[in-house]
């Protein structure tokens, strides 16, 4: 889409306000908005200015000033505001220089991608990420000097078996565990789902699939169709985006925590990746799984490194509690075909050379799409590159390995801060190409630090009440 083709669009629906979003550098889409008479083709090379200062890790105050640049690419018809309004995904750019800024994750994303085009590896990453999320019927939090709670609630949750639910229970509740494509009435969330599906096709997502997940309490999934590591993430953006904004239509309120239910499975994105030169797959071969050796050496690169992305793939300190034994979690760091019990595995549903791809099980949707990407393809990469041995494959159920084989296998770090020490030690492989910038690395590792790790660490948690009142 050029931008005659946005303006041209803007016209056929009556279009009242231009919006333009971002993302900025924890994760959230931002968003400022203008009369739609602003929106101009030279708009797309002048840009819009706004407070670099004001959004989270960004510029000091001496330096606020920055540019929003519009993507005419990107751009779709918001389905959930009152006045017709296009929405358009922006890079950052700096006023003077006209840089793009090296703290935008989505130009992080982009330059991976020129990165791997000029090393020569391949032309095209596919990604395919398959983000989780659960819907409740109504959520509360607080924490402050005092007190700290939260409680959610689903009219599916198990825990309601025993409630009055106002006009009387009508049963068909989901045990822990058993949420896994289950049919109405069981499932309550097949019309929402459905609409958020058809509200991403129109937005351009191409969507293969919805269904509900395992948990109880209303987890849900909906499956996007690969796409190259850039549209992906803008994707991810406005996937995330449909989805809260279809629940809270609904009264309902869907949240992407990755462990929101204690004793049941969380939220991950198991994320596909393939690369392809001159429209030929380079991962299709006559290795382990049909795989070519240059896909082994690209899943070599990522296990070497998984401590290490894994701070950005799985960037929340509630990430962790994810990632534990016991809920289909991949904290084994191995790779295996068929097998969920590895982090890293390789799917056979097709014997097609166009679908040989591996698939990275450890990440969550809490995670900056762009960031998270980038950092997998720069990993596989490296692998490429040096070609790093994955190691033996494990084909069988990790979970029921005795304690002692157990013990041998590389695990995921079991917290943020351990993640992100990973980081700290081990990131030159995404300088390469300065993809990933030093000043991104230290200011990732310092914002998660103060503001996350840091502000946990110091709050005691509501069941340390439970444990220790009565010392």
């Not at 050796?293 to 490194?305: F, M, N």
């Amino acid at each position: 889409m050029t931008p005659a083709d946005v303006i041209k669009l803007a016209k056929e629906k009556d279009c009242k306000v231009l919006d333009l979003r971002f993302m900025d550098f924890p994760g959230m889409w931002q968003n400022t908005s203008y009369p739609i008479s602003e929106l101009t083709e030279d708009c797309f090379s002048e840009g819009f200015g706004f407070d670099g200062s004001s959004i989270r890790g960004w510029q000091a105050i001496n330096e606020s000033d920055m540019l929003l640049m519009p993507q005419p690419e990107t751009a779709f018809i918001d389905p959930f505001l009152a006045e017709s309004t296009l929405a358009i995904i922006c890079n950052i750019a700096d006023p003077i220089t006209g840089a793009d800024y090296t703290r935008d994750p989505r130009n992080i994303a982009k330059k991976s991608i020129a990165h791997m085009k000029t090393i020569g590896i391949a032309d095209t990453c596919y990604i395919g990420p398959e983000a989780e999320f659960f819907v409740f019927s109504n959520v509360q939090y607080d924490s402050n000097e005092h007190e700290s709670f939260y409680s959610i609630d689903s009219p599916e949750a198990v825990w309601n078996t025993g409630s009055s639910e106002g006009e009387g229970n009508l049963g068909h509740k989901i045990r822990f565990k058993e949420g896994y494509f289950p049919t109405p009435p069981s499932d309550t969330l097949m019309d929402v789902r459905t609409e958020m599906m058809l509200h991403m096709i129109d937005a351009g997502i191409p969507v293969e699939c919805h269904h509900h997940e395992v948990a109880t309490a209303g987890q849900c999934e909906i499956d996007m169709r690969f796409s190259d590591l850039v549209s992906m993430g803008d994707m991810l953006c406005k996937y995330k985006y449909i989805v809260k904004n279809t629940a809270k239509k609904h009264g309902l309120s869907a949240t992407f925590m990755p462990k929101p239910v204690f004793m049941d499975n969380g939220s991950g994105m198991h994320t596909h990746l393939s690369l392809w030169k001159g429209g030929e797959p380079l991962f299709a071969g006559d290795g382990y799984a049909g795989l070519s050796q240059t896909a082994l050496h690209a899943i070599g690169g990522v296990l070497k490194h998984a401590r290490a992305i894994i701070a950005l793939t799985n960037p929340t300190t509630i990430s962790y509690k994810r990632l534990v034994p016991g809920y289909e979690a991949p904290v084994n760091l191995a790779m295996s075909q068929r097998n969920r019990s590895a982090s890293v595995r390789i799917p056979v549903y097709s014997k097609s050379p166009k679908a040989k791809r591996f698939e990275f099980r450890c990440p969550d949707p809490s995670c900056n799409g762009y960031l998270a990407f980038s950092a997998l393809l720069m990993a596989a990469l490296d692998g490429i590159e040096n070609k790093i041995d994955p190691g033996d494959p494990l084909d069988v159920n990790i979970y029921d390995l005795d304690p002692e084989t157990a013990a041998g296998i590389p695990k995921t770090p079991a917290s943020l801060e351990e993640s992100l020490m990973a980081l700290k030690d081990d990131h030159q492989f995404l300088l390469k190409g300065d993809v990933f910038t030093p000043d991104v690395i230290e200011t990732w590792i310092e914002y998660k630090m103060e503001n996350e790790v840091d502000a946990l660490r110091l709050r005691p948690h509501p069941y340390e009440f439970m444990m220790y009142y009565d010392i």
